[in-house]
């Protein structure tokens, strides 16, 4: 099992943007084959700052996932544009 957990910070003016971006991607990557949880948060103290918990069954399918196309235009074309900070680490569960 592959986990990720990825950290992004955008400008208050595009918060709202990358949320609902984010929220569709959310939909789409959680219906992927292999794709476990895909969860998208924002949180309640700094509306700036998203965290993404994700699971795949394997590195294939993690590999799957950043070749979507929904991920390319979900997150390549829309949402990391609109980052200041973006930062994101493979785990596994133990």
């Keep these: 099992m592959v986990i990720v957990v990825a950290q992004y910070r955008t400008r208050p003016e595009d918060a709202a943007t990358v949320a609902a971006v984010l929220a569709r ?12 949880t895909f969860a998208a948060h924002q949180s309640i103290d700094d509306p700036t700052r998203f ?24 997150i390549e074309q829309l949402v990391v544009p609109l980052l200041i900070d973006r930062h994101w680490e493979r785990l596994t569960r133990l």
Excluded at 25 to 36: D, T
Excluded at 51 to 70: C, I, K, N
Aim: charge should be negative.
């Design 25 to 36: 991607h959310a939909v789409a990557s959680e219906a992927e084959p292999g794709c476990l």
């Design 51 to 74: 965290v993404l918990y994700e699971e795949y069954v394997d590195e294939e399918a993690f590999t799957a996932h950043r070749q979507s196309p929904h991920f390319v235009a979900n």
